[in-house]
């Protein structure tokens, strides 16, 4: 698979997709559904939620296919989807986070994605991560990168859940504060699951 779709491919299928091209939606779903698996299990850690929400996401992509606008990144537009889904997620349960509860998330939209160089903020994030102590970084890859949870984590590291709360807290804390853009710090719990 390619790290990343080219412009122009992705551009030729979304033209497609508009006029109906079931071929093009399926490609797009091929690529990016698992993507999408990924980014929501960050926050679900449910595998039937996380399958439910790719294919939310893509049913809405299909019933507004004719209003998809090509000079928009259209990996952009289904993580937004996918991003609000899983806040509605949480507010319907009510155990949306801090992050979530913020002034920031709440305006969160596609023109702020569009806006943010996304090239710039993984290269100020793989920075910002490799500033991290060691053991630390260590819990922080395999919590947002790998997908694993706590209990997980405490396990595979032989150290106590509680140990690895405060490692990801403390990881969180670092890098929300060392990125001073707003539309950056929102952007962030999305991009940690994107690319």
């Known amino acids: 698979m390619l790290e990343h779709l080219p412009h122009h491919i992705e551009n030729q299928l979304v033209r497609s997709l508009k006029r109906g091209d ?3 939606f399926n490609e797009l779903f091929g690529y990016y559904g698992r993507r999408l698996y990924y980014f929501s299990f960050g926050y679900l850690r449910s595998e039937p939620e996380c399958e439910e929400l790719v294919q939310e996401v893509f049913t809405k992509v299909w019933e507004k296919r004719t209003a998809l606008k090509e000079e928009l990144s259209f990996r952009s537009y289904i993580f937004t989807i996918a991003f609000n ?5 949480f507010r319907n349960r009510s155990l949306v986070n801090t992050y979530l509860k913020s002034q920031v998330m709440d305006d969160f939209n596609l023109d702020t994605i569009e806006k943010v160089d996304f090239n710039s903020l993984k290269s100020r994030l ?16 395999k919590s947002r990168f790998e997908g694993l949870s706590v209990k997980e984590i405490a396990a595979d590291l032989n150290i106590s859940k509680k140990t690895v709360e405060n490692q990801l807290t403390e990881a969180l804390r670092f890098i929300r504060h060392n990125l001073t853009d707003e539309r950056i710090v929102g952007l962030l719990f999305v991009y940690l699951f994107i690319l």
């Open 126 to 141: 793989d920075d910002l991560v490799s500033k991290l102590p060691l053991r630390r970084k260590e819990i922080f890859t």
């Open 22 to 24: 079931m071929l093009a």
């Open 85 to 89: 889904i899983i806040r509605k997620h």
